[in-house]
């Protein structure tokens, strides 16, 4: 039965935190790019700026990894790099099917960076029948009465929603009940899933929201400073203290993720 759960809480392997789970891919993408340049080493704090991160930070999820640097050199960097991967689960080879080959899974089609990071998509996936047999990235499009069988023979675990929102639920349901446990949401709703299920969202609209929120902000305080930091006027009706928090129309700006 689906419980409304989007992620596990719980920590991963070896007790390392979820938060230092989510900030491995950084320091993964910045290891990789220092690898590319043949770099040998690199301290904390180096890779901290690099990652985004500060470096008691890092020190501190590294800690988990086991690996501490040494002093005076740094971290190795082919090592952390394998180090990582490994945490990460990408030493091996991970399946992935993309249902809802619009303009949005087609892009995902045909992004090369699945391949370089241990992903491999095995098949595209789509409810329009004119869409079967097209190939996409070079992979012909399935049509979803075929799922099923597609996630057993390929093994899937991890699958790819980029549909309309109203077939999200019920794609999701599909995948679940064929096996996969872990999936990628692109699709702009939440998603319900049983225990042991992971969901990832990616909402590229909440993300614009968040930051046209920062520019509103952003465009207020210049205004302000360019009348000598005189509080601006309220609105009417909208105590003075209170106006930071609202909106254009005396809203408080709905920017925040569910």
């Not at 869409?131 to 069988?149: F, N, S």
């Not at 299920?197 to 952003?218: G, M, T, W």
Request: proline share 6%; hydrophobic share 45%; net charge negative.
């Amino acid at each position: 039965m689906a419980t409304g759960r989007t992620h596990r809480p719980a920590t991963r392997s070896r007790g390392i935190p979820e938060a230092t789970v989510a900030r491995l891919p950084l320091y993964l993408r910045a290891l990789t790019a220092l690898s590319e340049r043949s770099v040998p080493t690199v301290s904390s704090e180096e890779l901290a700026a690099a990652a985004g991160v500060n470096s008691a930070k890092l020190r501190k999820d590294f800690s988990y990894l086991g690996s501490y640097g040494t002093r005076g050199v740094g971290y190795d960097v082919e090592y952390l790099v394998y180090q990582i991967s490994r945490e990460l689960g990408l030493t091996q080879d991970w399946p992935v099917v993309i249902v809802g080959i619009g303009n949005l899974g087609a892009a995902l089609a045909n992004y090369g960076g699945f391949a370089s990071r241990g992903f491999r998509v095995a098949a595209l996936i789509d409810a329009d029948p004119a869409m079967a047999g097209k190939p996409v990235a070079g992979i012909p499009v399935q049509h979803t009465d075929d799922l099923e069988k597609i996630i057993k023979d390929n093994g899937v675990s991890i699958g790819v929603i980029a549909t309309p929102a109203g077939a999200a639920q019920q794609v999701c349901d599909r995948l679940v009940a064929a096996g996969v446990t872990s999936i990628l949401n692109f699709a702009p709703t939440v998603l319900s899933v049983p225990d042991g299920v992971d969901v990832r969202k990616v909402d590229l609209s909440i993300e614009l929201q968040i930051l046209a929120f920062h520019e509103q902000r952003k465009a207020g305080e210049e205004t302000t400073a360019g009348e000598g930091a005189l509080p601006a006027a309220a609105p009417r009706g909208v105590a003075a203290d209170d106006s930071a928090d609202q909106g254009p129309d005396g809203d408080v700006p709905a920017v925040m993720p569910a």
